[in-house]
Each structure stands twice: as C-alpha cells, then as structure tokens.
C-alpha cells in the first residue's frame, strides 16, 4: 500500500534587522533557538554569520531571500533608518514571501509591515519571546531542546537563589539524571551544588526579584493584587476566578473551561500553561491555532 502521507518541507528563515540591533534583540541566541527546532526549521539565516569573506551584501540579500520561506523583521528606530531593510522588505513582497515584524514599540514597525501579526519583544523573560515567534512563524508548539531547558532554569534560579534539585527537576521536566547531565554543562552559570540544593552564588542579581516576592505592607488593593499575582509561578499556584495577564498585555480570567484547556496542553505538550503569572506565549498560540485550523470533513 502507497503511503499517502505528505510531509511538509522545513522553512528556511532569513533575518532582516539592523546591524546595531544585534544584541538589543539578542539576534544569536534567537538563531540558536530556531535552528534548535531542527524537526522543523531547516536554516536560519543572518548576515553577521553566514556571510562569506569578501562576499557583496546585496548579493547575499537577494540569494538568500530566495532561498527562504519567511522573513523574520526586526524593527527599530536603526531598522527604519537602514536602507538595506527596506530593500529586504521590498524584495520579500515581491517574491510574495510570509512575513512577521518583532519589535519593541507599535510605532517603529514600517507601514508596509502594519497588516502582518507581530511579535513584540519585551526584553524581559525571554523563553516565552522564542516560543511565541516559533509558534506564529509555524503554527506548531515548540519541541523542548536543551536550550529551551537553559532559559527556563535560569528563570527559575532568578525567582529563588536556593532550589532544591527534585523541584527543578520537575519544573524543567527531565528524570534527575539527566538534570544532573544538564548542570554539568551548564556550570558557568554561576551556581554551586549544596547537598540536595542548587545555590546561586550571585545574590546581588537576585535582589530584585526576592523583593518582588515579599507582601506588599500597603492598603492600595491594585498593589495588592500585583503582589499577588507575582506570587504565581505554575497553574498550579492558580484558582478558577483568578485574573492574569498574557505577554500582549490582555487580562485573562482563568474559567473552569480555561483551567481544563490548560491541564489537558501541559499533559499533552510538557509545557506551561502559567509561568511566572502570565498565560504564556505558547499556550495562546496553541489555542488559537487549535480555534482557527480548518475542520476536517
């Protein structure tokens, strides 16, 4: 019997943004990740690697625009300003490419760019950053890969300099085996083995984020509230009426329909549903795709 199954090729990615946007939107580390989705995303391509030496700038934009099948922007006040940008953003509308902006703020997204969804970077916990631009970009939940480990352990060493192993082993949701494995790797982070706790040696980037933790000594309930939604980490840490926001911004009442819907994707996809009291990127995406893929016959 033939097989019928049709699989769809990997995308090709090409990076358009401006050069002294390189570490303000940690282009590097966004490549790593996309590339690490390698079931996926066959290639990432931006100029700061892959261009060979002596090699013409416009020849590498017009061949490798070509070759990709969606066009990842970086907008800024120095990606409005570069001519070669633009020049990017003409050639990916002529080749009728797909496109997404990823930006900072609403106003430095180019107007002919306004139409597509985008990504807004908020700077600050990056992981849900990756996942939401992988997630749009594909319309697949992400696979966990090492990296995606790497950024979650460092979120959650950031929200208490001492963790027992058993607990990050199971917020990262890896056997204590292969935690062990991971910490050998990642050794340069900072942190010490203590018995059976994982100890951060550099207290002083962590003041900020213990503060945040302690109660609020106020009578201003809006403060109150934000105290309390710091406290949640997980959907565990939730209960049906409790309201938080999203990475747009948005409020999202958490229903007994909407709990349900994110036990059943934790279960199913090993991802969170809550990380560190916002819905995360992942999840709504997954929802949304799950509402508007076609329904089949």
């Given at each position: ?116 969804r985008g990504v807004k970077f908020y700077g600050k916990d990056f992981l849900p950053i990756l996942e939401e631009i992988f997630t749009l970009m594909t319309g697949k939940v992400p ?16 929200v208490s300099s001492r963790v027992k192993k058993t607990e990050v082993a199971e917020l990262l949701k890896v056997s204590e085996e292969e935690l062990f494995t991971l910490l050998i ?113």
């Amino acid at each position: 019997m033939r097989d019928e199954t049709i699989r769809k090729p990997k995308i090709k990615v090409f990076i358009s943004y401006a050069t002294k946007d390189t570490t303000n939107f940690k282009i590097p580390e966004i490549v790593e990740y996309l590339e690490s989705q390698d079931a996926t995303i066959e290639k990432v391509f931006y100029w700061e690697r892959d261009a060979m030496g002596g090699q013409n700038f416009d020849d590498y934009m017009i061949k490798k625009i070509a070759d990709s099948n969606f066009i990842l922007f970086f907008c800024s006040q120095e990606s409005l300003k570069s001519e070669s940008v633009h020049n990017e953003i003409g050639m990916a509308k002529m080749a009728d490419k797909e496109m997404m902006p990823v930006f900072r703020e609403k106003q430095h997204i180019p107007k002919s760019l306004e139409r597509f969804r985008g990504v807004k970077f908020y700077g600050k916990d990056f992981l849900p950053i990756l996942e939401e631009i992988f997630t749009l970009m594909t319309g697949k939940v992400p696979q966990k890969t090492e990296i995606d480990l790497h950024y979650t352990f460092i979120e959650v060493m950031e929200v208490s300099s001492r963790v027992k192993k058993t607990e990050v082993a199971e917020l990262l949701k890896v056997s204590e085996e292969e935690l062990f494995t991971l910490l050998i790797e990642w050794k340069n982070l900072g942190f010490k083995i203590d018995g059976d706790m994982i100890v951060m040696n550099d207290v002083k980037m962590l003041k900020n984020d213990v503060k945040a933790q302690l109660p609020l000594k106020t009578d201003n309930r809006e403060e109150k509230e934000k105290a309390v939604k710091k406290s949640i980490v997980t959907l565990k840490d939730i209960k049906v009426g409790t309201t938080l926001p999203d990475l747009h911004g948005n409020e999202v009442e958490i229903t007994a329909a909407i709990m349900k819907k994110m036990k059943a994707f934790e279960k199913k996809y090993n991802k969170n549903a809550i990380w560190r009291g916002k819905v995360t990127g992942t999840y709504l995406y997954y929802q949304y795709f799950l509402e508007n893929s076609p329904k089949k016959k």
